[in-house]
């Protein structure tokens, strides 16, 4: 190797990271940008026991015949495997971390290498959500953990977790691999571990009324660059118990009654399991239950109790007598009706004695002549119409 080239492959070895730096040692190249090679495809993801495939390491020099070597270098396990091939075929079932590097050694150049960016990726066996504390039966505004496990995975790092309750998104937390207790191990590191793992998601959440029948589902993404391939897991019905809440919109504190007309009291409660609805008052009282309906005719406490197996309540309604005016609002009117009768009545004999007394003036043409209509009083209708025939 000439001197020229020597310099050349130092300035280049300085630019690179220090874990690198080794390959400098005699001709290596670092630079993968240097080397004239090229990698079809790259990257290369592979689906786990999908059909053979392979990738395929040529040279992009101008002088094919500068070429002296091209192959494949992978890793099994602490072994490094060499084919002597431009070619590499993949074992879909087994190379979880081959590491795939093609070297070149090319005349004029020396010896330089290029990484293949490769994933053999397998979707999971099951993506499954429960309730760690292995009930689904929860209490209103209790805390509880659900647990998404996504079995045998690969790669991991490339695995997240979405949580959805209803059709609303969850903020995915920390994935956690499971049956991994050795932090140092090797094999529980997701930056590292390549081949099929089995991974889990916790959420801790709190549910109120408001999520009673609602579903929760978790979903397994890999994302693989081109694509993401999405798993979702079997909803998880909970069921949230909470106390009974009686509507009080339909039920006042006071309720009125008319005496002698019936007044329907509605009692209803929300509440899982569904409530019972039982009304309390003095036996005394005259009323008709039925369907949480109670039927009241006289004034006094009512007493309604919601109870389910979570706990009860109680409203207390106070039915307060309202006069009926209907009787007196029709002797109101009676009496106005035979009042302004007997006005009428009135004016129209003041009116009747007018008109006997005008009939007489009329008589006299004297008075006629002069005033002409102008003895209109509005009651003398009749006195222009006299003049003009
Ligand atoms: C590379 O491998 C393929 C298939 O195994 C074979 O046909 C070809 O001859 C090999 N090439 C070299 C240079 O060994
Ligand atoms: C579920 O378990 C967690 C801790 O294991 C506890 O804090 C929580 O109260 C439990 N929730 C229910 C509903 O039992
Ligand atoms: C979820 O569904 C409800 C009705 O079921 C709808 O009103 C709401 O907009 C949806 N939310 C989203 C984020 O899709
Ligand atoms: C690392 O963990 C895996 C699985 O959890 C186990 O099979 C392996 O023996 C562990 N290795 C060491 C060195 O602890
Ligand atoms: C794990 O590694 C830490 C340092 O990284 C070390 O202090 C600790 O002793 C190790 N634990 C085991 C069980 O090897
Ligand atoms: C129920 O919880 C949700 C959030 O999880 C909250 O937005 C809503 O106001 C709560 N409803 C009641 C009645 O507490
Ligand atoms: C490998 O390829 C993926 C896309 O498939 C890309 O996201 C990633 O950054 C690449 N890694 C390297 C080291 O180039
Ligand atoms: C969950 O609820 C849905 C409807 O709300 C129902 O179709 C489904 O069978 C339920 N699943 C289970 C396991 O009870
Ligand atoms: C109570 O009843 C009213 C009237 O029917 C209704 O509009 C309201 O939604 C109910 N409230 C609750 C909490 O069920
Ligand atoms: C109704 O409830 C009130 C207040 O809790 C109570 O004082 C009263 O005795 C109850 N009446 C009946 C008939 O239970």
């Known amino acids: 190797m000439k001197a020229g080239n020597s310099v050349r492959l130092l300035s280049v070895c300085l630019t690179v990271t220090a874990e690198l730096l080794w390959l400098c040692n005699g ?24 059909r053979v495939q392979s990738a395929t390491c040529s040279s992009t020099t101008n002088n094919p015949t500068n070429v002296q070597y091209i192959y494949w270098e992978t890793q099994h396990g602490a072994q490094t495997i060499q084919s002597l091939n431009e070619t590499w075929f993949v074992d879909t079932h087994a190379d979880w971390d081959p590491r795939p590097v093609c070297t070149a050694v090319i005349k004029g150049i020396g010896t330089c290498y290029m990484n293949l960016n490769y994933t053999l990726y397998k979707t999971p066996d099951s993506v499954s959500i429960h309730a760690l504390n292995n009930t689904e039966l929860v209490m209103e505004d209790a805390e509880l953990q659900l647990q998404c496990a996504i079995v045998n995975v690969a790669p991991a790092h490339k695995l997240t977790v979405q949580w959805y309750r ?52 978790c979903e397994a993404q890999l994302d693989l660059g081109a694509e993401r391939i999405r798993m979702m897991s079997k909803p998880l019905n909970l069921t949230v118990l909470y106390k009974p809440i009686i509507n009080t919109t339909k039920l006042p504190k006071t309720i009125p009654v008319f005496q002698g007309y019936p007044e329907e009291l509605v009692c209803e409660a929300d509440g899982h399991p569904p409530p019972k609805i039982l009304w309390l008052y003095s036996s005394d009282k005259v009323s008709h239950v039925s369907e949480g309906k109670l039927t009241v005719y006289e004034a006094g406490f009512y007493n309604c109790t919601a109870i389910n197996d979570i706990d009860s309540t109680i409203h207390v309604v106070e039915v307060i007598l309202k006069e009926d005016y209907l ?20 004016i129209y004999s003041i009116y009747y004695k007018n008109t006997k007394m005008r009939r007489y003036s009329l008589k006299n043409p004297k008075l006629s002549n002069h005033n002409g209509n102008v003895a209109h009083n509005g009651w003398d209708l009749p006195l222009p119409m006299t003049k003009l025939t």
């Open 27 to 50: 001709t290596y190249f670092s630079a993968t940008q240097v080397c004239p090679i090229t990698i079809t495809p790259n990257p290369m993801v592979v689906q786990y026991k999908s």
């Open 327 to 346: 009787p007196l609002i029709a002797g109101f009117v009676a009496i106005t009706v035979v009042v302004i009768s007997a006005i009428f009545l009135f």
């Open 166 to 217: 209803g059709n609303e998104t969850i903020e995915p937390d920390v994935l956690q691999m499971i049956d991994c207790w050795h932090e140092n191990n090797s094999s529980c590191n997701f930056a590292e571990v390549r081949s099929p793992v089995s991974v889990s998601s916790t959420i801790s959440v709190s549910l109120n009324r408001t999520h009673h029948g609602v579903q929760f589902r």
